[in-house]
């Protein structure tokens, strides 16, 4: 089955960190451009950065407001995508997703497969 | 950063009812405008890519429009699955955004 698997989620104190994982299942990862996204409990979604493909050399964008603590990174042997997450702030809760783009008429399109999301709680 | 103001933030609907949601970008974003549906506790679905391309296994009871800064999405005739929040997003530049959600609840 063609899916997305998120993990590495809990609880973690202000100013720590925490790598979250993504195994994709049933296709190659490294053909797909990525995008993790969030959402605060009660709140809307949040783009929070982007991993292009291989052919593109995995080079990434993310929100500004991350200010550069966030990093994505991909394992090819694993299927697999990462979020790199540091000096984590309490108004970082959030579930996290792992998403899917796909490519269709020359452009890079988001968000044809969802991951279920893994919640990260920032807090003392 | 572009803008996505989406209207109504919740509108009350009953079976059957055609509804419309609004999405509006802050500068133009051509066609790169996604449709998302999110029901509570569960991971969104993608709906609509391109502004109006339907992905596939979405019904054709949903239909998305507009070009440039405006935007709409169409429930034709509202089903009980329908009730659910509903976002637009823009990825024509970085960062890209998401409107504010539109929340459609039985009337």
């Known amino acids: 089955e063609v899916q997305l698997v998120e993990s590495g989620g809990g609880l973690v104190q202000p100013g720590g960190s925490l790598r979250l994982s993504c195994v994709a299942s049933d296709f190659t990862l490294s053909d797909h451009y990525m995008n993790w996204m969030r959402q605060a409990p009660g709140k809307g979604l949040e783009w929070v950065g982007r991993s292009r493909n291989k052919p593109k050399g995995y080079t990434a964008e993310y929100a500004a407001s991350l200010e550069g603590r966030f990093t994505i990174s991909r394992d090819d042997s694993k299927n697999s995508l990462y979020l790199h997450m540091n000096s984590l702030r309490p108004e970082d809760t959030a579930v996290y997703f792992c998403?899917?783009?796909?490519?269709?008429?020359?452009?890079?399109?988001?968000?044809?497969?969802w991951g279920r999301g893994t919640q990260v709680t920032v807090s003392s | 950063d572009v803008q996505m103001t989406q209207s109504p933030s919740s509108l009350s609907a009953s079976v059957g009812d055609r509804v419309t949601i609004t999405c509006r970008a802050s500068q133009g974003v051509t066609n790169r405008l996604a449709w998302f549906q999110q029901k509570p506790g569960k991971a969104p679905q993608s709906l609509i890519y391109a502004a109006s391309s339907l992905h596939s296994g979405v019904p054709s009871k949903f239909s998305g429009s507009g070009s440039g800064t405006d935007f709409t999405l169409t429930i034709s005739s509202l089903q009980p699955e329908d009730f659910a929040t509903y976002y637009c997003q823009q990825y024509k530049t970085y960062p890209f955004t998401f409107g504010g959600g539109t929340k459609v609840e039985f009337k």
């Open positions: 998403v899917r783009d796909f490519y269709v008429n020359s452009v890079w399109h988001p968000c044809d497969l």
